[in-house]
């Protein structure tokens, strides 16, 4: 009996010890599972916004042609948290600017020269009057003051052209009209048909379509802060020169930045660039 009850005992111990070993090994398998199971964007936004593509390394050396793209720095409060704890005008760069100029260079076809580097210029810096065209990304947390509406209002006057793009919702559109009030006081932000000249400027568009960034992209959703409708609007001088262009509810950028990635859906890809090579030769020809 003795012997038996010992066997038992034995056999009992070497069961909880397998039962423990098997656990063990299940326990290592999931722990090497779950890095490739957060791999999945929507698990960490963060880590996933900063994995785009260039479609070519960024260009290095002088940096000359008739078009530079200019990526306006301007004040803003910081907001938000993690990667976005930081300047909004540095949202989507330097992707976003290296890979449009490839685009603009390589795909659109035209005999205009690029400048194989995007630059990035202060409100306040004199250079900003060498450039026909500035970029302002996330206007909504744009605030400008005295000094710098007054160098964007002898900017304009001057021949240059501003484009606004990627904000969202009631709050910064109003906050955009708020800090143009203070460049134009007696001037509005109009929405634009589709007949206007700058849809039609080199590529025909006829339509106004929302284009997402890509982490919405991949949930099906194009929206985002309540603004469901997209719109394209401007801003024009008292001789109907329209002197800005603005894709409110919509982010071109982030189609520029994540224009190489084959999650991105082309056809906002393409709209976004489209949208960018009219831009550039309506305010460059008129």
């Known amino acids: 009996m003795t012997n038996a009850l010992l066997s038992n005992d034995k056999s009992r111990r070497r069961s909880h010890i397998k039962g423990r070993r098997f656990g063990i090994s299940m326990l290592v398998l999931l722990l090497l599972l ?25 260009a290095t050396g002088p940096s000359y042609g008739e ?38 260079r390589e795909w659109a076809g035209t005999n205009l020269k690029i400048a194989a580097r995007p ?11 060498d450039y026909p065209i500035i970029y302002f990304v996330e ?35 109003a906050n955009l009209e708020t800090q143009l009030h203070k460049v134009w006081p007696n001037r509005q932000i109009k929405e634009l048909p589709l007949s206007h000249p700058i849809f039609h400027s080199y590529l025909d568009i006829d339509e106004t379509l929302q284009v997402p960034n890509i982490f919405n992209a991949l949930r099906g959703q194009t929206s985002e802060k309540g603004g469901t409708v997209p719109h394209r609007m401007g801003v024009e001088d008292e001789n109907g020169r329209l002197v800005c262009f603005i894709s409110f509810n919509t982010d071109m950028g982030d189609a520029w930045e994540w224009i ?5 859906p082309a056809k906002y890809g393409l709209h976004a660039y489209k949208s960018a090579i009219n831009v550039i030769i309506y305010a460059m020809s008129h």
């Open 34 to 58: 779950v890095p490739t199971l957060a791999q999945n964007p929507f698990d960490d936004y963060r880590s996933f916004r900063q994995r785009p593509t260039l479609v070519r390394p960024v």
């Open 67 to 104: 078009f530079t793209f200019i990526r306006t720095i301007y004040d803003s409060p910081n907001y938000g948290y993690g990667y976005r704890r930081r300047n909004s005008w540095a949202t989507d760069y330097p992707e976003a600017d290296n890979n449009l100029i490839v685009g603009l």
């Open 119 to 129: 630059d990035q210029i202060p409100i306040m810096d004199d250079r900003l009057f």
């Open 139 to 173: 206007p909504g947390f744009l605030d400008l003051s005295d000094e710098q509406a007054a160098r964007l209002r002898e900017y304009v006057a001057r021949g240059g052209f501003m484009y606004f793009d990627d904000f969202w919702g009631v709050y910064e559109i």
């Open 260 to 264: 190489n990635d084959p999650r991105y």
